[in-house]
């Protein structure tokens, strides 16, 4: 797994200092942030900021983005019903690479990218009627619970907006693979977010 992310943060910053050498106009920071659902219908969030390098009809763009996101699901199993909740926080190194992106430029652009992650689950399972899941609850039935942090990675892909006031929009579908698994939570969290940016 350590192999795997140092092989990854590797090639990632590679790319990075080529498309520095490449670059043909002045990098410029950003920020953006937005909301969105999960496979599940739960929250889903981020939070990020940005180093943009235009190369061409390309643009290369690194990042640090936080992502979180909690989601609820209930199932039932003979007589029992299960409700699981599952909550996740991820802080990830994103390159993205954008395509017809040209800032300060009214245009739909595209997004597809890749990073390296360190993810913090949590997973709760409760049932009202079924005993065996360890710990007692008041009232009756039981819960199970796991906890950990892990690695993983993050694949994205988007379709953008930008305008001529340094602002764009994005809605993009964020896939974090979770390296551990921790209860029964799932190793792998698609996602659907909107965000918007803004670029000084």
Not at 4 to 22: C, P, Q
Not at 73 to 83: A, F, R
């Amino acid at each position: 797994m350590k192999k795997t992310i140092s092989y990854l943060f590797t090639i990632i910053v590679i790319l990075f200092v080529v498309s520095s050498l490449n670059a043909q106009t002045k990098p410029t920071i950003g920020i953006r942030g937005g909301v969105g659902t999960d496979i599940n219908l739960g929250l889903a969030y981020g939070l990020g900021i940005n180093y943009l390098l235009p190369v061409s009809d390309r643009s290369l763009e690194l990042g640090i983005l936080l992502f979180g996101g909690k989601s609820k699901e209930s199932t039932d199993i003979g007589i029992h019903t299960y409700n699981e909740t599952t909550e996740i926080f991820v802080v990830a190194l994103m390159f993205n690479y954008l395509i017809n992106y040209f800032p300060e430029t009214n245009g739909v652009y595209f997004i597809s990218g890749a990073g390296v992650a360190s993810i913090g689950v949590e997973w709760e399972e409760k049932s009202q009627t079924d005993i065996s899941l360890g710990t007692p609850l008041p009232g009756g039935g039981s819960m199970q619970s796991a906890e950990g942090t892990t690695g993983g990675i993050v694949l994205n892909l988007g379709v953008g907006k930008s305008f001529n006031n340094k602002l764009d929009v994005r809605i993009e579908l964020p896939m974090i693979i979770i390296f551990s698994t921790y209860g029964g939570a799932s190793n792998v969290a698609p996602s659907l977010i909107t965000t918007a940016g803004y670029r000084f």
